[in-house]
């Protein structure tokens, strides 16, 4: 059961996280409502070109630097206090360039940690794509 409410140190939740992952990126839920899901996660190694088809994305970087392409777009540099947003089915893929890379997300609605698509279906699976751990 998730908290009606909560206080949490993201630094303190980034420094939790383990320093490699099998899969390509590891979460922790704050949230995890039908309406809206917000987590933090880390990014272990680049992620390939994929899109969730259920729920539009809002990325704010916590720590770290990397690159990120969405659509048509190229790719845009961000770090710790960048905000990036798409819309469902929107193609986007993210490069490590500093460790850790960590992001807290907000997805309405709420994400279903198999909606992931690879547009190229050899790069990954739900199952290698990541793993949810309670960190807080």
């Known amino acids: 059961m998730m908290p009606k409410q909560g206080d949490y140190d993201l630094d303190a939740i980034v420094k939790r996280f383990p320093d490699s992952s099998d899969t390509m990126l590891i979460d922790t839920r704050l949230t995890d409502e039908p309406e809206a899901s917000c987590r933090v996660f880390r990014i272990y190694r680049d992620v390939p070109a994929h899109y969730h088809a259920t729920c539009d994305e809002y990325l704010l970087v916590i720590a770290g630097r990397g690159t990120i392409f969405m659509g048509d777009s190229g790719p845009i540099e961000v770090t710790p206090g960048r905000l990036v947003f798409f819309k469902k089915g929107t193609v986007h893929g993210l490069t490590v360039l500093e460790h850790p890379f960590a992001f807290l997300a907000i997805d309405t609605p709420r994400r279903d940690p198999k909606d992931i698509t690879f547009v190229n279906p050899a790069d ?9 751990r309670n960190l807080y």
């Open 124 to 132: 990954g699976t739900p199952e290698t794509f990541i793993a949810t």
